[in-house]
């Protein structure tokens, strides 16, 4: 019988090292990457390249991305678990994931779910309670193999199945990477990715941001506004509104393109930033914002006086700054 696994795959050592680890069972890996503005976002519009890399690199059968932005907002806005360290919601986060997995397994014809997690490896959701609890929140306890740690953990349904050999798989716990690189190197691995995790929701200088503005907009956040929380220069300005500023010619573009009918200023006849007001909360903040625009452009932050575009829903006007 030919069987598939389906790889909850972050990029990471770990879920790499699990899907190899199995396919050397002849078992066929489709590696499935789950992305939002905070994880993920470089494949945002790049399926078919993401598809190539995993089967090139890894020699997995395919390579699936899935957004999962609209479902992971509403859940970032009140976690059940609650955060960790920063505005990172892991618990939920993974639950989320596992659940939105299963119901694509009899869509892809996979047999069981695979992750990369390492009993006791992170705090928040690697330890051997909270795995069992998010097998049993999500749903998977009979379709879940953690490759890594299985010998760490009871016998899964899917290894009591036959679907995997037991003694194949691995003992793997805690902090340390030794086993891990080990491994790596057996399997001929041609780079070796860092361990980081790779949410900015855990970056000690982006989750203030993130959390300041979930709670500015009581939680409802579009997936265009968390993409602009993630790069250019913000600024929650004295009235309540929200500016955010490109720091260069791509975030300017970038800016722009994802605002749609806010408020943008920009210099005239100066080459400058971008400005737009994520939250405008009347006019009182816009003399301030337009302040900032001049302060971040070098060849206007020195003159006395200079005029700023402010573009709402087609319509222009001048400002002085």
């Given at each position: 019988?030919?069987?598939?696994?389906?790889?909850?795959?972050?990029?990471?050592?770990?879920?790499?090292?699990?899907?190899?680890?199995?396919?050397?069972?002849?078992?066929?890996?489709?590696?499935?990457?789950?992305?939002?503005?905070?994880?993920?976002?470089?494949?945002?519009?790049?399926?078919?390249?993401?598809?190539?890399?995993?089967?090139?690199?890894?020699?997995?059968?395919?390579?699936?991305?899935?957004?999962?932005?609209?479902?992971?907002?509403?859940?970032?806005?009140?976690?059940?678990?609650?955060?960790?360290?920063?505005?990172?919601?892991?618990?939920?986060?993974?639950?989320?994931?596992?659940?939105?997995?299963?119901?694509?397994m009899p869509v892809l014809g996979a047999h069981f779910l695979v992750t990369?997690?390492?009993?006791?490896?992170?705090?928040?959701?690697?330890?051997?309670?909270?795995?069992?609890?998010?097998?049993?929140?999500?749903?998977?306890?009979?379709?879940?193999?953690?490759?890594?740690?299985a010998k760490k953990l009871k016998p899964s349904r899917v290894e009591e199945?036959?679907?995997?050999?037991?003694?194949?798989?691995?003992?793997?716990?805690?902090?340390?990477?030794?086993?891990?690189?080990?491994?790596?190197?057996?399997?001929?691995?041609?780079?070796?990715?860092?361990?980081?995790?790779?949410?900015?929701?855990?970056?000690p200088a982006l989750a203030p941001r993130f959390e300041r503005f979930f709670?500015?907009?009581?939680?409802?956040?579009?997936?265009?506004?968390?993409?602009?929380?993630?790069?250019?220069?913000?600024?929650?300005?004295?009235?309540?509104?929200?500016?955010?500023?490109?720091?260069?010619?791509?975030?300017?573009?970038?800016?722009?393109?994802?605002?749609?009918?806010?408020?943008?200023?920009?210099?005239?006849?100066?080459?400058?930033?971008?400005?737009?007001?994520?939250?405008?909360?009347?006019?009182?903040?816009?003399?301030?914002?337009?302040?900032?625009?001049?302060?971040?452009?070098?060849?206007?932050?020195?003159?006395?006086?200079?005029?700023?575009?402010?573009?709402?829903?087609?319509?222009?006007?001048?400002?002085?700054?």
């Amino acid at each position: 019988m030919k069987r598939r696994a389906l790889l909850l795959f972050s990029e990471g050592l770990d879920s790499i090292l699990a899907g190899k680890i199995l396919q050397e069972q002849g078992i066929e890996i489709i590696a499935l990457r789950f992305i939002t503005p905070f994880f993920g976002w470089q494949w945002k519009g790049k399926e078919e390249a993401f598809d190539r890399y995993v089967q090139e690199e890894f020699g997995f059968e395919k390579g699936l991305i899935v957004d999962l932005s609209a479902e992971f907002l509403k859940m970032l806005a009140q976690p059940k678990h609650g955060y960790g360290s920063g505005f990172n919601p892991c618990v939920d986060c993974k639950i989320l994931m596992l659940k939105k997995a299963k119901e694509l397994m009899p869509v892809l014809g996979a047999h069981f779910l695979v992750t990369g997690e390492v009993v006791g490896q992170r705090p928040m959701s690697q330890q051997r309670n909270t795995l069992r609890h998010i097998e049993k929140e999500a749903g998977v306890e009979d379709v879940l193999l953690r490759p890594l740690s299985a010998k760490k953990l009871k016998p899964s349904r899917v290894e009591e199945m036959g679907l995997v050999d037991r003694e194949r798989l691995l003992d793997i716990s805690g902090r340390g990477r030794k086993k891990q690189l080990a491994l790596a190197q057996a399997l001929g691995l041609k780079k070796i990715p860092s361990p980081a995790g790779g949410c900015l929701l855990t970056d000690p200088a982006l989750a203030p941001r993130f959390e300041r503005f979930f709670a500015l907009k009581g939680g409802e956040v579009t997936p265009k506004e968390a993409e602009i929380l993630t790069f250019g220069r913000h600024f929650e300005l004295p009235g309540g509104s929200w500016l955010v500023i490109g720091r260069n010619q791509a975030e300017n573009a970038r800016l722009q393109a994802l605002v749609g009918d806010r408020t943008i200023l920009k210099l005239s006849q100066i080459p400058g930033p971008t400005g737009a007001l994520l939250i405008e909360k009347g006019e009182q903040d816009l003399q301030e914002a337009a302040s900032l625009i001049k302060r971040y452009a070098p060849k206007a932050r020195n003159l006395e006086k200079v005029a700023i575009r402010v573009i709402r829903k087609g319509k222009e006007e001048i400002i002085w700054a």
